[in-house]
């Protein structure tokens, strides 16, 4: 399995980008995809989970501001990202668990953990200007 993130940059707050991650590797469509962010000097943190092309969580913090989409014709996954405001600068990766595993369950208090996916892209950097 090969992901390949693209479209980070540098936007001034209040603007948008959007995040592809090229999929290869599976043979269908049923796996657990997701958008991973990592700011200087903190830990991972999930952004938002997806299974084939059915969204299956946000970060609470998140919703509304960004979306997770799924292209399964074009194997491909999506962040839309709007509002951005400069904490939202950081390491943004695409991360997938093995076929058929399911995404991580939705439990409050306990968001998806990198550990979970099995994996990862280079990473494409996103710096949000003041």
């Known amino acids: 399995v090969q992901l390949v993130e693209s479209g980070g940059g540098l936007v001034q707050a209040g603007g948008s980008l959007r995040l592809s991650c090229a999929v290869s590797?599976?043979?269908?469509?049923?796996?657990?995809m997701a958008w991973f962010r990592q700011a200087p000097g903190k830990e991972r943190e999930v952004v938002a989970t997806?299974?084939?092309?059915?969204?299956?969580s946000y970060a609470d913090s998140l919703k509304g501001r960004f979306t997770i989409s799924k292209d399964n014709a074009k194997n491909t996954l999506y962040l839309q990202m709007n509002s951005l405001k400069p904490e939202d600068t950081a390491m943004y990766y695409c991360?997938?668990?093995?076929?058929?595993?399911?995404?991580?369950?939705?439990?409050?208090?306990?968001?998806?953990?990198?550990?979970?996916?099995?994996?990862w892209g280079q990473g494409t950097q996103v710096t949000v200007s003041s």
């Open positions: 991360a997938a668990r093995s076929q058929f595993f399911s995404c991580p369950s939705v439990v409050p208090g306990r968001p998806p953990r990198a550990d979970e996916f099995t994996y």
């Open positions: 590797g599976y043979r269908n469509n049923n796996y657990c």
């Open positions: 997806i299974f084939s092309d059915v969204v299956i």
